[in-house]
C-alpha cells in the first residue's frame, strides 16, 4: 500500500485549519462521529424509520433558521482564512457554505405549510424538493472545486488581487446562482420531473435522485480522501458523509415527509451544518490563548531582560561594596599608622595585608558573579560550615567592634562537612551578618548577633542568623526576598534576592522567622557531602 507523503505547511504561510495537519486524537473523533452515524442508520432500518411521527409546524422553521445562520457563520469565518492565506480552495469552500446558508431560504419560503399551504415564492408540489436536491448536489460540487484547487500549484492557486474584491465577486455570484436556482424551481415547476406524490409522500422517481445525489456526494469524499492534509479536509470528510446519509435516510421509510427517518435526516443535517462551525470557533480561540500566552512569554522577556541588567549592575555594586569598605578602612588605618611622630611599621604592614586581602576578595566576588550568572562555571567542593561562619566573622570584626555588637557563636565539631562553593557560600554568610548588624545599629539596646549550625533532616546542615535588631514588618516578610525590595535608606535590594539564588542553587532553603520579642532570624540550609554519617 502506497503511503502518502508528509504534508509540509511552508514556513511563509500562518498556521491555520486549512493547512495544519490533522491530530490522532482528532482522527479519532471524526471516526467515531461518522461511526456514529452509521449507528444511526442502523437503528432506523430496524422499522422505527416507517413510523410516523406527525407534522411539528415549528421544525421546518426552526431547522431552517439554525442551519442558515451555522453556514452563514461558517462562511464568513473561511472567507476570513481566505483574506489571511489567499487559497482560491478557500474562496471555493467559503462559497459552498454561502451558497447553503442562502438556499435554505427559499426551501423554507416554498415548504408547504410553513407559512402558507402551497407556500410562498408561486412554488408548486415539485419546487421544495427541488430546491432540496439543488442543495445538496450544489455543496458537494463546490468541495470538489475545493480538492482540486487546494493542490494546485502555489503560484496559481493562490490570489493575487484584493481579497475584498474576490470575497464580495464570489458573494454576488453565489446570490445570483441561488435566485436563478429558486426562479426556475418556482415558475417552472410545472416542467419539473414528479419527485412528489402529493405533500408527505415521495414518488419512486426520488429513489434515482437519492441515488444520484448519493453517488455525487461520494465522489467528493473520495476526492476529499486522496489529497487529504488538513484538519479542514478531515472535517469537511465528515459532513459530506453526513449529507450523504442525510439523504439516503428518507428511503427508509417509504419516502414519506415527518416519519423518524425524514425527522432523522433533519437532525443530521442540522449537526453537518455544525461540524466545521465548532473547529473553526475552537481554532480561533486556540489561536488566541496562543496569542494570548505569545503576549505574555515577550513581555516577561522583557522585563526579565531589564531585571537580568539591573540585577546584574547591582550585585555587582553590593558585593563588591563589602571588600571595598574593608580596604578603605584598612587603608586609612595604615595611613594613620604611618602619620604618627614615631611610625608603626609593623601595624601599617598588618594594614596593608588586610588591603591585599580584600583586593583579592573583591576579586573573587567579582569572578563568583560572573559564575553566578554563567550556569556551569561553578566548582564545589567539601567545607566545613563552621570555618567559613568564623571566616565571614573575620572579615566583619571591624563593623561589629564600630557598632558594639556581641557575638554569640559555638562551633559545633560534630557537624558533618557540607559541598558547595565557598566564596559564595561567604557571600551568603557576610549579608545576613551585614543586615543584622543594620538592624541593631538603629537601636540603642542590647546589640547580640547569634549564629548557630546544626543538622536539620539529616541530608542538611542548617545555619541560623539571629539579631536583636527592628525585625520586619508583617507585610515585608514575603516580598524581603525579591529583586529591588529593601527595607533600608540606601539600600539597593539586592543582597537578599542574591542570596537566596545561591542557596537555591546549593540545593538548599533560605527563609526567615521573627525572633520573639524582638529582632529576626535567617535561616538557610546547605547539602551533607553525599555519604557522610549525619
Known sequence: MMKKPPFIVPEDQPFTLANLPPSRPQKRLALAIVLSFFGAVLILAGGLSNIQLG??????????TAVFVNDLITAVLL??????????????IASGYLFMALIVIPWMLTFPGVFTPGGLLGAGLQSTTWLYNLWHAGFPTFVI???????????KGLWRGSAGAAILSSVAVTAAVVIVATFLVTAGQAHLPRTMLDLV?????????VGCLILWNALALTLLWMRQHSVLDLWLMVVVCAYAIEIYMPSLSDLARFSAGWYAGRVLGFVSSILVLCVLLYEITTLYAQLHRALLAQRREREARLMTGDAVSASIAHEVKQPLGAIITSASAGLNWLDRVDPNLDEARDALRLVVTAGHRADAVIENIRAHFKMGARTRTSLDI??????????????????????????????PRITGEQIQLQQVLMNLITNAIDSMVTKNEERVLSIKSEVHHSRY????????????EPGAVDRIFNPMFTTKTHGMGMGLSICRSIIEAHEGQLWVTANEGRGAIFHFTVPVVPGTPS
Do not use: C, W
Not at 472567507?79 to 471555493?92: D, E, G, H, T
Open 386 to 415: 563552621d570555618d567559613l561562619i568564623q571566616e565571614a566573622l573575620a572579615v566583619v570584626r571591624d563593623k561589629l567592634q564600630t557598632h558594639r555588637v556581641a557575638v554569640q557563636f559555638d562551633p559545633n565539631e560534630r557537624l
Open 79 to 92: 472567507f476570513n482564512q481566505f483574506a489571511i492565506m489567499r487559497s482560491r480552495a478557500l474562496l471555493a
Open 55 to 64: 407534522r411539528i409546524d415549528a421544525f421546518v422553521p426552526a431547522y431552517g
Open 145 to 155: 472545486a475545493y480538492a482540486l484547487l487546494k493542490d494546485a500549484d502555489p503560484a
Open 461 to 472: 546542615v542548617m545555619v541560623s542568623v539571629e539579631d536583636t535588631g527592628k525585625g520586619l
Open 201 to 209: 409522500h415521495f414518488s419512486t422517481l426520488s429513489y434515482y435522485t
